[in-house]
């Protein structure tokens, strides 16, 4: 590859999801120069349809994204580009930023980064789960519950969280068996909260989803038993890939990117927003929002001066 031209920007926003796309929208409302990086991997690809965003409900998520990315281009101030981010390291006063794509590179340098990459989803090892998720099994409750109501439902969960992540889903579904694949823990206590709201519960294991080009028909156990269920949802495990940064950026338990309201993390002059930050998954307007007020933030911060890499605490 041969050497690329070195972008130098104010910000670099790295992906370009809901809430990337509304940190660069007010960004270079701000007369901020903004690069935008993104590798077009979206987390909910196979989601037809998202809900939720106001003027948007129902719309396909990649022409949600198609749409903003157009809003973002429509400045001078931006530049988008395609790529994988590989490398995000300081350099002196500022960030250096490296990517590739297909042959190309793109070097970039920024007084500040807003990290806004998403999460990799890890499923439950069922072979045709992936066959039905964004149609017949969601993930995201708030988002898809609705169109799912009246319907008999499976919830797949294998995390400590399935009771309340199971009694959520019942606030939509009147016929809903929990499945905890005998891996989730679930005591006395829990079942006792699930049979009251009364939610079935079926603790064996789980050796696929059943259905075939019309739709999902069946959860089939491990045992041969098969319930007929025409959908319902899974709790995936969330991991936040971020190798390529070469910053001791603070994070939790579940490696989401600890921040403050606005979106600052533990080192100056970088930022994190969306779903790499806590709680997790959250809606897309949700993010939008969060991406809007961490625009904000960089901006006061480089009016400030307050990005300095060297001001890390050592």
């Known amino acids: 590859m041969t050497a690329p031209d070195r972008i130098a920007v104010d910000v670099v926003v790295i992906g370009a999801g809901p809430a990337g796309l509304s940190a660069a929208l007010n960004l ?21 349809r998202s809900h939720g965003f106001l003027t948007r409900d129902g719309v396909s998520p990649l022409e949600l994204r198609k749409l903003g990315r157009l809003e973002v281009e429509g400045y001078d101030e931006a530049t988008v580009v395609q790529a994988v981010v590989d490398r995000v390291e300081p350099d002196g006063d500022r960030w250096s930023v490296h990517g590739t794509w ?60 399935v009771v309340d992540r199971a009694l959520l889903i019942a606030a939509w579904a009147s016929d809903l068996v929990v499945y905890t694949n005998d891996v989730a823990p679930l005591d006395d206590a829990g079942r006792a909260r699930l049979a009251a709201a009364g939610v079935r519960v079926d603790e064996r294991a789980v050796a696929d989803l059943e259905g075939d080009r019309s739709g999902m028909t069946g959860v089939r156990l491990a045992d041969g038993h098969v319930e007929p269920r025409t959908g319902g949802f899974v709790r995936p495990r969330w991991h936040a890939d971020l190798d390529w940064m070469a910053a001791d950026l603070d994070r939790d338990a579940e490696g989401l990117v600890v921040v403050d309201r606005s979106g600052r993390t533990s080192v100056p002059g ?39 890499p060297r001001d890390a605490v050592q």
């Open 28 to 48: 270079v409302r701000a007369r901020r120069s903004v690069l935008l990086v993104d590798a077009n991997r979206p987390r909910n690809a196979a989601t037809l």
């Open 270 to 308: 970088v930022y994190a927003v969306g779903d790499v930050t806590p709680p997790g998954p959250e809606q897309l307007i949700v993010a939008a929002g969060h991406g809007a007020v961490t625009a904000a933030a960089v901006h006061r911060d480089l009016v400030g001066g307050l990005t300095d």
């Open 102 to 161: 297909r042959g190309a590179e793109v070097e970039a340098s920024a007084r500040a980064v807003v990290i806004a990459t998403g999460l990799r989803e890890e499923f439950p090892a069922l072979p045709m789960l992936r066959a039905f998720y964004g149609t017949a099994v969601h993930s995201c409750v708030e988002c898809d519950a609705y169109e799912k109501a009246g319907e008999p439902l499976a919830f797949i969960c294998e995390t400590d969280d």
